[in-house]
């Protein structure tokens, strides 16, 4: 079928994006979905630092490539073997598919799967090869298994779950890489537990996700930390105790958390900002890295100071997650008023307005964009 999707082909583009436009929303060839795989409509898709990091040559990827990872939409047909997912349903996609058999999926890791890390790496979808085609035949690279700034995307079954119909899209999209890593580093990785101490360096939208997750765990205090005021003070409707700047986060702990808190955890993809996490933390505490640095940074620590205070230093992938089962945990307390997700939607945009989102997106003036298609 013909679709439209953005599609970039080179990476490095001069900002401001919207008037360079490194995203060009092309008509593609999109193939049938195959054994295993899923035609899926998308009724939104969230904007994303790793969507940003791409185009600006932070993380290498393939191109032309179909961008998008965070998505939303309607099941239009399916693969021969699916049988659990019918059309109709609604569905969010997430942006690691997996395997089902190596020792990791089998363990409950399935973020960790080899076999679908390299098929992102490749720009494939986890079953192999693209779907994805122009007029004239030159294959385009899927974004994560799931190039969503587009009317319509295959993606594999592992790559979504099945949600009530009745959340918005601009909502339900959310949880497929925002909510899931945030919510997922703080209860997976990080284990909080009621009335441990919380901060949380960087409030875009997987930071934010983690300040409302930590909320729920019962973090106490819980500060949120970042050079936005106003993402600030998002964060403080999202229960936030305290929040400030960095240049203000020493007197802030002195005064609420002395000596250090039990859980930092960076969010920006930093590794000057990691460094600064980990001396917040307290003796016996968890530092946890969240955010995808550039691939040659590198963070040095003090070895003595690691042992002889028994510091934990863990890094958190899509929030070492397992998404059939968290999304629904997560829509359930969405529900339930206690993870008020509606909240980090801080714009919607058509998909034309795609590089504008990026030049907002870097300038931090957005915690989540999301895109809406408009397809047929």
Not at 355 to 369: E, S
Request: aromatic residues 2%.
């Amino acid at each position: 079928m013909r679709i439209r999707a953005a599609v970039l082909r080179e990476v490095g583009a001069e900002r401001p994006y919207a008037g360079s436009a490194p995203m060009v929303l092309e008509e593609l060839e999109l193939q049938d979905p195959g054994p295993g795989e899923v035609l899926v409509r998308i009724t939104a898709a969230g904007v994303c630092h790793s969507d940003l990091s791409v185009i600006d040559g932070n993380r290498i990827r393939p191109l032309p490539m179909a961008l998008g990872h965070e998505a939303a939409g309607t099941v239009v047909d399916t693969g021969p073997g699916v049988a659990d997912v019918v059309p109709g349903d609604q569905v969010v996609l997430v942006y690691v598919p997996s395997c089902g058999h190596c020792r990791y999926c089998s363990s409950g890791r399935p973020a960790l799967c080899p076999d679908a890390a390299a098929a992102n790496g490749r720009g494939d979808l986890v079953r192999g090869g693209s779907r994805l085609r122009t007029p004239d035949g030159e294959e385009v690279r899927h974004h994560l298994g799931v190039s969503g700034f587009a009317d319509h995307a295959v993606v594999d079954r592992t790559s979504l779950v099945v949600i009530d119909k009745d959340i918005e899209p601009g909502t339900a999209a959310l949880f497929g890489c925002a909510m899931l890593t945030g919510f997922g580093a703080v209860m997976h990785t990080a284990h909080v537990r009621p009335g441990e101490s919380v901060a949380v360096f960087g409030l875009g939208g997987v930071g934010q996700a983690a300040v409302m997750s930590a909320a729920v765990a019962g973090a106490h205090p819980l500060i949120a930390v970042d050079p936005v005021p106003a993402k600030q003070q998002l964060a403080l409707e999202l229960g936030a105790t305290h929040a400030c700047s960095p240049d203000e986060l020493a007197e802030v702990l002195a005064a609420h958390s002395p000596g250090g808190v039990d859980v930092a955890l960076e969010v920006v993809g930093s590794a000057a900002v990691l460094r600064g996490a980990y001396d917040a933390t307290a003796r016996g505490g968890r530092t946890v890295s969240v955010g995808l640095p550039h691939p040659d940074a590198e963070v040095s620590l003090p070895a003595m100071n690691l042992v002889a205070e028994n510091r934990s230093v863990l890094g958190s992938y899509m929030g070492s997650s397992q998404p059939q089962q968290d999304i629904p945990a997560m829509i359930a307390l969405w529900r339930a008023g206690r993870l008020p997700v509606h909240k980090l939607a801080t714009a919607e945009l058509p998909l034309d307005e795609i590089n504008t989102a990026m030049d907002n997106l870097a300038d931090g003036k957005a915690v989540r964009q999301v895109l809406l298609p408009a397809a047929p």
